[in-house]
């Protein structure tokens, strides 16, 4: 019984000692196919290489693509510019800023951790130099970050999509009110912190319509993106996964002849850093899918399926019981590779208590989310404490405020799935 567990067991552990994710599991993967002898292990290697054989996942190195060509364009300077207009006048306006700015980057960056990367290096110093502490400025650039994973187009939602077979479309659409609901609440948290603080704004009165019209006209190119992919998805112009190729195009020529920011000298250094991101994502998603057969051949899925709906089989009461799981699991996994792992486990299951795989999926990206700047293995916590240098202790202090704001948004999801359907629903009608 317990060699039926050892890889899982083994995977923890690695995990524990901080092994990288990606060979974290694919080693506790390796571990069952060396321990089971009427299994070749030369399935073990076509079950890695196996998982990248698909077209869904075509859209991933489209959109890091996108997004660094974006980035590149000076992008983010004109939204910065736009962030100042509209919130500079708040207390606590550059962290204000930062929450605007990543939400206005989530349709174009798909990563949450190239977002936090950029947010703790172009934010954090000037915040940290105007009087804030490095320890909150590493958690607003990493709690903001985590926008991009439901605002379109998201990778983590792409991932769910293929994995449990549900319309990208409808899950770019309906993470759109999550992800304003997410802003919203750090937003508020943010003016509650830096009320107490004295973390003052960057001006005394609102900038006025006039500045505010001018910032957006510089930005409106980039922000027409996020419009154009779901516009062209919606009208069946191109699938999700051809969308992440158009918007390549598209953003070329934004770069090229509308900022005029971006020569095509750029464009090597730009694919260096795309191939980088994108093979640490497909890495993990081909250690998963070995892991993934562990899993099934164990009959671990059917097994948790039968525990689960032994417990409850109310799918309201089902659902929080799934969120309180991943919260925990969400501590010790990094966010991709328990989405990997867990869709094909609690997607079947909820299916058959008729919750819809949309909403499900919203509330999964969102509770995974989460953990990325959860100690002790949050990925945007690492990022934004190390560019900022600050101690895991300092940081998980400074992050209670906003974990508590961000779970009252994930019950909210969880328990109205009208905040999650309603937009697809108008768009595509009811499913």
Same mark, same amino acid.
């Given at each position: 019984m317990?060699?039926? +567990?050892?890889?899982?067991?083994?995977?923890?552990?690695?995990?524990?000692?901080?092994?990288?994710?990606?060979?974290?599991?694919?080693?506790?993967?390796?571990?069952?196919?060396?321990?089971?002898?009427? @299994?070749?292990?030369?399935?073990?290697?076509?079950?890695?290489?196996?998982?990248?054989?698909?077209y #869904? !996942?075509?859209?991933?190195?489209?959109?890091?693509?996108?997004?660094?060509?974006?980035?590149?364009?000076?992008?983010?300077?004109?939204?910065?510019?736009?962030?100042?207009?509209?919130?500079?006048h708040m207390?606590?306006?550059?962290a204000?800023?930062?929450?605007?700015?990543?939400?206005?980057?989530?349709?174009?960056?798909?990563? *949450?951790?190239?977002?936090a990367?950029m947010?703790?290096?172009?934010?954090?110093?000037?915040?940290?130099?105007? =009087?804030?502490?490095?320890?909150?400025?590493?958690v607003?650039?990493?709690?903001?970050?985590?926008?991009?994973?439901?605002?379109p187009? *998201?990778?983590?939602?792409?991932?769910?999509?293929?994995?449990?077979?549900?319309?990208? =479309?409808?899950?770019?659409?309906?993470?759109?009110?999550?992800?304003?609901?997410?802003?919203?609440?750090?937003?508020?948290?943010t003016?509650?912190?830096?009320?107490?603080?004295g973390?003052?704004p960057?001006?005394?009165?609102?900038a006025?319509?006039?500045?505010?019209?001018?910032?957006?006209?510089e930005?409106?190119w980039?922000?027409?993106?996020?419009?154009?992919?779901?516009?062209?998805?919606?009208?069946g112009?191109?699938?999700?996964?051809?969308?992440?190729?158009?918007? $390549?195009?598209?953003?070329?020529?934004?770069?090229?002849?509308?900022?005029r920011?971006? *020569? +095509?000298?750029?464009?090597?250094?730009?694919?260096?850093?795309?191939?980088?991101?994108?093979?640490?994502?497909?890495?993990?998603i081909?250690?998963?899918?070995?892991?993934?057969?562990?899993?099934?051949?164990q009959?671990? #899925?059917?097994?948790?399926?039968?525990?689960?709906?032994?417990?409850?089989?109310?799918p309201l009461y !089902?659902?929080?019981?799934i969120?309180?799981?991943? @919260?925990v699991l =969400?501590t010790?996994?990094?966010?991709?590779?328990?989405?990997?792992?867990?869709?094909p486990i609690? $997607?079947?299951?909820?299916?058959?208590?008729?919750?819809? #795989?949309?909403?499900?999926?919203?509330?999964?990206i969102?509770?995974?989310?989460i953990?990325? @700047?959860? #100690?002790?293995?949050?990925?945007?916590?690492?990022?934004?404490?190390q560019?900022?240098?600050?101690p895991?202790?300092?940081?998980?202090?400074?992050? !209670?405020?906003?974990?508590?704001?961000?779970?009252?948004?994930? !019950?909210?999801?969880?328990?109205?799935?009208?905040?999650?359907? +309603?937009?697809?629903?108008? $768009?595509? =009608? $009811?499913?």
């Amino acid at each position: 019984m317990l060699a039926d +567990w050892f890889p899982g067991i083994l995977m923890l552990v690695l995990f524990a000692l901080e092994t990288p994710i990606s060979f974290a599991i694919a080693i506790s993967a390796l571990s069952f196919f060396l321990m089971d002898d009427g @299994i070749p292990l030369k399935i073990f290697a076509q079950k890695m290489v196996s998982a990248t054989d698909s077209y #869904p !996942l075509l859209s991933i190195p489209f959109f890091v693509l996108a997004g660094a060509i974006m980035n590149k364009a000076g992008i983010t300077s004109r939204l910065l510019a736009l962030a100042d207009a509209m919130v500079g006048h708040m207390t606590g306006a550059l962290a204000q800023m930062c929450t605007l700015l990543a939400t206005m980057l989530g349709g174009l960056t798909a990563s *949450s951790s190239a977002d936090a990367a950029m947010l703790a290096k172009v934010l954090g110093p000037e915040m940290v130099r105007t =009087g804030y502490s490095p320890a909150f400025a590493a958690v607003i650039t990493s709690s903001a970050a985590i926008i991009t994973s439901l605002i379109p187009p *998201s990778i983590g939602l792409i991932i769910y999509g293929y994995i449990a077979d549900v319309s990208v =479309g409808r899950l770019f659409i309906g993470g759109i009110i999550p992800g304003l609901l997410l802003a919203a609440s750090l937003m508020l948290v943010t003016w509650y912190v830096s009320k107490k603080r004295g973390y003052l704004p960057l001006r005394d009165h609102y900038a006025g319509h006039s500045a505010v019209w001018a910032a957006f006209k510089e930005s409106i190119w980039a922000l027409s993106i996020p419009v154009f992919i779901i516009v062209g998805i919606r009208y069946g112009i191109f699938t999700p996964t051809e969308a992440g190729a158009m918007t $390549v195009i598209y953003t070329i020529g934004v770069g090229l002849f509308a900022y005029r920011s971006l *020569s +095509w000298q750029d464009l090597p250094r730009v694919l260096k850093e795309t191939a980088l991101d994108t093979s640490s994502v497909m890495l993990m998603i081909c250690a998963a899918s070995a892991f993934g057969f562990y899993l099934a051949w164990q009959r671990i #899925p059917p097994q948790m399926a039968g525990w689960l709906i032994t417990v409850t089989q109310d799918p309201l009461y !089902l659902l929080l019981l799934i969120n309180v799981t991943l @919260i925990v699991l =969400g501590t010790a996994i990094e966010g991709t590779s328990a989405l990997i792992i867990l869709t094909p486990i609690f $997607v079947p299951i909820l299916l058959k208590l008729h919750v819809d #795989p949309v909403h499900f999926g919203i509330v999964l990206i969102t509770n995974l989310t989460i953990a990325g @700047i959860t #100690p002790p293995v949050g990925q945007m916590m690492f990022i934004s404490s190390q560019v900022l240098r600050v101690p895991m202790e300092d940081y998980t202090i400074e992050v !209670l405020p906003f974990l508590g704001a961000m779970l009252v948004v994930l !019950l909210l999801l969880t328990v109205f799935p009208i905040i999650t359907l +309603w937009l697809p629903d108008l $768009v595509y =009608g $009811v499913a």
